[in-house]
T-cell receptor, first 113, second 113 residues
Framework: DAKTTQPPSMDCAEGRAANLPCNHS???????VYWYRQIHSQGPQYIIH???NNETNEMASLIITEDRKSSTLILPHATLRDTAVYYC??????????????FGKGTLLTVNP | EPEVTQTPSHQVTQMGQEVILRCVPI?????FYWYRQILGQKVEFLVS????????KSEIFDDQFSVERPDGSNFTLKIRSTKLEDSAMYFC???????????FGPGTRLTVT
């Protein structure tokens, strides 16, 4: 699986958009970008994933650059409950035995009142 | 909304004792995983399980570890002879189809004294 690089921490004001970047310059053509988050000591929570098109769901939007070497997770109106570690993970979606998730250190997003 | 449950939430055991950590995955999931997270460290993959067989295991998952799906609903992780370094949060996860998002349980905190 391709390696990802994320800033170790970010701050965001409550109610504002949180934009979390991720670099994955070695991503392969069949690898997807997944985002998970972990609120303190809880189990990781799936947020969103995408291949090359931008994606949106009820939790967030995912913007992937045209060359697919980086992406941004957007939480449109951050709340205090969005304070968590956010993980960007790149992996194939199917095939072989690569079903596991490989977590890095992620970005600690702190939403401030 | 269906969710993954894990029991117990906290287990304290003495070094050398056997422990069994239990998980009830979402009922229509087919692929199951165990991960662990030592305090302050990254979430690490242990093992994946499909069709009553281990699909993949990490270097951490040595002969002291085993997994089982004894009755079609529970998914268990057994550590035969616990060591101090096994102290961690253990997360169970499942997914419904190859490659799609994994849903995690709340975790079991294992403390080995």
């Amino acid at each position: 699986d391709a390696k990802t690089t994320q800033p170790p921490s970010m701050d965001c004001a409550e109610g504002r958009a949180a934009n979390l970047p991720c670099n994955h310059s070695t991503i392969s053509g069949n690898e997807y970008v997944y985002w998970y988050r972990q609120i303190h000591s809880q189990g990781p929570q799936y947020i969103i994933h995408g291949l090359k098109n931008n994606e949106t769901n009820e939790m967030a939007s995912l913007i992937i650059t045209e060359d697919r070497k980086s992406s941004t997770l957007i939480l449109p109106h951050a709340t205090l409950r969005d304070t968590a570690v956010y993980y960007c993970i790149v992996r194939v979606a199917s095939g072989g035995s690569n079903y596991k998730l490989t977590f890095g250190k992620g970005t600690l997003l702190t939403v401030n009142p | 909304e269906p969710e993954v449950t894990q029991t117990p939430s906290h287990q304290v055991t003495q070094m050398g004792q056997e422990v069994i950590l239990r998980c009830v995955p979402i009922s229509n999931h087919l692929y199951f995983y165990w991960y662990r997270q030592i305090l302050g460290q990254k979430v690490e993959f242990l093992v994946s399980f499909y069709n009553n067989e281990i699909s993949e295991k990490s270097e951490i998952f040595d002969d002291q570890f085993s997994v089982e799906r004894p009755d079609g609903s529970n998914f268990t992780l057994k550590i035969r002879s616990t060591k101090l370094e096994d102290s961690a949060m253990y997360f169970c996860a499942g997914s419904g189809t190859i490659g799609v998002e994994q849903y995690f349980g709340p975790g079991t905190r294992l403390t080995v004294t």
